[in-house]
């Protein structure tokens, strides 16, 4: 299993997925938006709705919206981040990071990235 960290930084999510040894997985899960996974060290199995596909980084690799993807590092090491626009709960349009007021999280006003 991948150590996880989650950063935020105005309308954006980023969450770490740092791979300490080959053959850890992050399990199968879809998302309701496209995003991009940045492979930024090592190299990674991504299994899409049974399709299989090998990436080295640096690569960023499409995650197309509601297919389910499995990740499996190839390598010890290996380190990728899952990049996401933040949406408005109600409208999931984009949020503004101007409309987020001083010491609320972003995250709280976002509706959820992933969909188990």
């Known amino acids: 299993m991948a150590e996880i960290k989650i950063g935020c930084v105005a309308n954006l999510y980023s969450r770490?997925?740092?791979f300490k040894?080959?053959?850890d997985?992050?399990?199968?899960?879809?998302h309701q938006f496209d995003h991009l996974t940045l492979l930024a060290k090592g190299k990674l199995k991504v299994t899409v709705e049974g399709n299989v596909t090998e990436f080295t980084a640096p690569h960023m690799?499409?995650?197309?919206?509601d297919k389910v993807h499995e990740l499996e590092?190839?390598?010890d090491e290996t380190v990728a981040y899952c990049i996401h626009a933040l949406r408005d709960k109600?409208?999931?349009e984009i949020l503004d990071p101007s409309m987020?007021?001083?010491?609320?999280?972003?995250?709280?006003?976002?509706?959820?990235?992933v969909q188990i």
């Open 100 to 113: 987020i007021p001083a010491g609320v999280s972003a995250l709280s006003c976002a509706a959820p990235v």
């Open 61 to 65: 690799i499409y995650i197309h919206k």
């Open 25 to 30: 997985i992050e399990v199968g899960h879809t």
């Open 73 to 75: 590092a190839l390598t």
């Open 90 to 92: 109600e409208t999931n």
């Open 21 to 23: 040894t080959a053959g």
């Open 16 to 18: 770490m997925m740092h």
